[in-house]
């Protein structure tokens, strides 16, 4: 056959299996293709992508869609691909594995238009994040949570620790944590709870923003001599002990 190659095409097709069809024909011609007859596709996110985005082929955006990878997955390109399309974008229940920043991932996992199952591991590329965000996401899936890129945790002290101790779980749901800096957001802290999150990590603890804190005079003076708790030193001091003695009273003074 020849003299094709600058027509338009319409497609009337209702289902497509391989997006890779659609992709194919978008390079035979340099027409348009309409494609609005499809209302479910299925394929890689990078042809899906391709598809989507191609000026050639018109009558997408409300279709279901079903993403075929099953190793892994970028959560800024599943919210780019959910951009798309009114209808709902699926991802296999094979798939092993999303990459991504944790806004990018918390995005996806709590779009309604992404369907996505809820049991891959979670690999995470930022450098630093709120804690609080970081539990989000580990509300989202029952995979691990690699997050072996982080070099500062920042938040309150109870979400810092809620990451640390999912981290430091039997069934740890978190991993990778255990050596990052800490920036704690708190203006009222308890010493217990700084004492804690020092066991934690090995990094530093920035507890500058702390105007109160409040504890025992053993857990006060604790966290007053850690060397990796820092920023302490003019807050206003509550001891909770009914008795104490002097002399652990007098070190707490300085």
């Known amino acids: 056959i020849t003299g094709l190659g600058n027509e338009a095409v319409v497609t009337t097709d209702t289902t497509l299996a391989d997006v890779t069809a659609l992709n194919t024909l978008d390079d ?7 494609a609005g007859s499809i ?12 598809a989507y985005g191609s000026n050639g082929i018109t009558g997408l955006g409300n279709e279901t869609i079903a993403v075929s990878d099953t190793v ?12 798309k399309t009114s209808g709902t974008v699926t991802t296999s229940t094979s798939l092993a594995t999303l990459t991504g920043t944790v806004a990018a991932l918390n995005t996806a996992y709590g779009s309604e238009g992404l369907s996505i199952d809820g049991d891959e591991a979670v690999t995470i590329t ?7 965000d970081l539990n989000i996401l580990n509300n989202y899936t029952t995979g691990v949570i690699n997050a072996d890129s982080l070099t500062k945790l920042t938040g309150t002290i109870a979400d810092v620790n809620v990451a640390f101790a999912a ?6 749901t978190i ?12 203006t009222n802290v308890l010493a217990a709870d700084l004492n804690t999150l020092n066991g934690y990590t090995d990094g530093d603890i920035d507890a500058s923003t702390v105007a109160e804190i409040e504890g025992t005079v053993t857990a006060l003076n604790t966290a007053y001599d850690t ?3 820092n920023g302490l030193g003019n807050e206003a001091v509550t001891i909770t002990d009914t008795t104490a003695a002097v002399a652990d009273l007098v070190t707490l003074d300085g």
């Open 167 to 172: 981290d430091a779980a039997s069934s740890a």
């Open 72 to 83: 892994t997955l970028a959560a800024s390109d599943l919210n780019s691909l959910d951009s």
């Open 227 to 229: 060397a990796g708790i």
């Open 126 to 132: 930022d450098t630093t994040v709120d804690a609080g």
């Open 39 to 50: 209302t479910s596709v299925t394929g890689t996110l990078a042809k899906l992508l391709t």
């Open 175 to 186: 991993s990778g944590l255990g050596d990052q800096a800490v920036e704690l957001t708190d």
């Open 28 to 34: 035979n011609t340099t027409g348009t293709v309409n």
